[in-house]
């Protein structure tokens, strides 16, 4: 019956604005939970009447979807390790409790935005329980390749505050002043000597001493030297010599014209201006400067002048922070002055974000619906880049959910009226009889 058709109509749509309304207050309830991705509340229509003859009213259906990929706006904060993702992707994380529970299989869901402060045992994770999920790197600070497809190599992202490190010494950069008075045949050949200190693989401190003896010809000048260095970690073994050649001409007087070796030691690159000699804790690159140019080794005047001498490498030192760049590389700082890259955070993407099966706390998990997840590194092929000391707000638009919230209440007091005038049509149609 026609008029029956009316009422079921009537009473689904009260259904239908019943699950909006709660989409609603949903929405309106967070509007200040960081990361919350607001639900859209759809309607659509139901037919069921046939080509012809009278008409049967179907009503209404209702459906909703969470809205994953629009974002809120961001916020700055005064942690280093509140983060926020700029642009696509999300970030991984897990369960405390399960990553506690210690056996590795722990399930891998995403958010958005976090705000991570270490634990007792130094893991970053949210107070809600949320843990960082990274790929540790390697102890010389490189990221090894880990595959893209599983959450197999993540592993939760720990900051040892205690934690010690050091460099070793890999690199010294001579830039120094050789007196040209010496090379001449009234010099009395007396060796310049410099030590320069470096650190080996245990972060210890040892010195190359570096010892340049002149070479004075029987009239005029040689403007040549002979260039020893020694390892005090080898019992002050030699470990390189060179015999040095400078140039005398007007445009160019002074700087190197050319670089022999005369025992050990490797070969002279005249690319990079550097040769090779082997310390205890192994090869070391010494850069002594290019041919033809004023840096590095020069000979002038009549001063022994090291200008600048530098190096790479530090002492043990303890870490006093931690960041995250916007590549998702976690950064450790050391009292010593040195960073190093201790974790990379990797943003996660997938086709249809809107299809990930939503979870308490802000976070999502993969589902079919959503497609296959991909790790990127921040900043690379779709994603967008990490933003540290920045929480993302929520996605509700306050002053738009109260708009539809009358919109709602409209259409829900329309069908109430309806279903009462359908009453009252009823009640006349029972009343024929009388």
């Known amino acids: 019956m026609t008029i029956s058709s009316s009422l079921n109509a009537g009473v689904a749509a009260l259904s239908a604005n019943a699950s909006r309304l709660a989409s609603i207050s949903d929405n309106i309830a967070n509007s200040a939970t960081f990361g919350y991705k607001r639900v859209e509340t759809d309607f659509q229509s139901m ?17 909703t979807q969470r809205l994953v990929d629009q974002g809120g706006s961001l916020v700055t904060t005064n942690n280093a390790t509140d983060l926020a993702v700029r642009g696509r992707g999300m970030l991984p994380v897990a369960r405390s409790a399960e990553v506690g529970a ?7 869901l995403l958010t958005s935005t976090g705000s991570f402060r270490t634990d007792a045992e130094g893991i970053l994770k949210t107070d809600s329980g949320l843990v960082l999920l ?21 592993e939760p992202v720990r900051i040892n505050v205690n934690q010690l490190t050091g460099e070793p010494t890999t690199e ?24 320069v200190e470096y650190f080996d693989n245990l972060g210890k401190s040892e010195n190359v001493l570096i010892e340049f003896t002149p070479t004075v ?16 970690a080898q019992g002050g073994a030699v470990i390189g010599e060179y015999t040095l050649s400078f140039d005398d001409a007007r445009a160019s007087g002074g700087t190197l014209l050319g670089v022999a070796p005369a025992g050990l030691g490797g070969a002279y690159d005249g690319a990079t201006g550097s040769v090779i ?26 001063s022994f002048a090291p200008l600048s001498i530098s190096k790479d490498g530090s002492p043990v030192g303890n870490m006093t922070s931690a960041k995250v760049d916007e590549n998702g590389f976690v950064h450790a700082s050391f009292d010593t002055g040195i960073t190093r890259v201790i974790y990379q955070v990797p943003l996660v993407d997938l086709p249809n974000p809107n299809g990930m099966v939503s979870l308490d706390q802000q976070t999502f998990m993969p589902s079919p619906e959503s497609g296959s997840f991909f790790l990127w590194n921040a900043g690379d092929g779709p994603t967008g880049d990490v933003v540290a000391f920045a929480r993302e707000e929520s996605a509700t638009d306050v002053a ?27 009640q006349e149609t029972t009343n024929i009889k009388r």
């Open 47 to 63: 037919v069921i009447s046939g080509g012809g003859g009278s008409y049967s009213a179907g009503g209404v259906r209702a459906s």
């Open 102 to 108: 210690g056996n590795g299989g722990q399930q891998m």
């Open 134 to 154: 990274g790929w540790p790197a390697n102890p010389d600070g490189s990221v090894p390749e880990f595959p893209r497809d599983t959450a197999d190599g993540l």
């Open 172 to 195: 010294i950069t001579l830039g120094l002043n050789l007196p040209a008075v010496d090379t001449n045949a009234a010099g009395d050949g007396t060796p310049r000597q410099l030590s």
């Open 217 to 232: 010809p029987a009239a005029g000048d040689s403007n040549e030297w002979t260039m020893r260095l020694m390892d005090s």
């Open 277 to 302: 000699v082997t310390v205890a804790g192994g090869p070391m690159e010494v850069n002594i400067g290019r041919l033809g140019t004023s840096n590095g080794l020069t000979q002038l005047s009549d």
């Open 400 to 426: 738009g959910e109260l708009t539809d919230m009358i919109q709602t209440q409209r259409a829900y007091s329309s069908n109430a009226k309806v279903i009462q005038t359908v009453d009252e049509m009823l």
